[in-house]
């Protein structure tokens, strides 16, 4: 694991710096880490943007330990925020991953189009949702 100098844009705020990882989620659950965005919701308009700052390998470590727990967004080395338009520009060569996926070739941008498309549940799953 190399860090990565990038600069990322995400409402109107900006990082710039070298990572060793980042991730872009709408829901808790992330590759079987059920608390890695613990503060995700599928109804805010929001996505929750984790940035893994440049760290040794013990680093990495405790980061990901800690995510098993949900305790990572207290990490001094890990960025947790909220964001609705995240743009991503490496300074080098970097492939995206979507979901375990090739995704293409950085820089990207992604939007979260709030209320954008419309599903129809039933009233018992949707009152889970409502605020």
Known sequence: ??????????????????????????????????????????????????????????????????????????????IYTKASHIKVYPETKMQLNLDGEFGGLFPCELANLYQHLRLLVPEETAKKYRK
């Open 1 to 78: 694991v190399r860090p990565t100098q990038v600069r990322i844009e995400f409402d109107g705020r900006l990082f710039e710096g070298e990572i060793m990882l980042f991730l872009v989620a709408n829901t808790n659950s992330v590759s079987g880490f059920e608390k890695a965005a613990p503060d995700a919701l599928l109804n805010d308009g929001l996505f929750e943007l984790m940035i893994l700052k440049k760290t040794n390998l013990a680093g990495v470590v405790a980061a990901v330990q800690k995510a098993i727990r949900g305790d990572h967004i207290n990490d001094p080395n890990v």
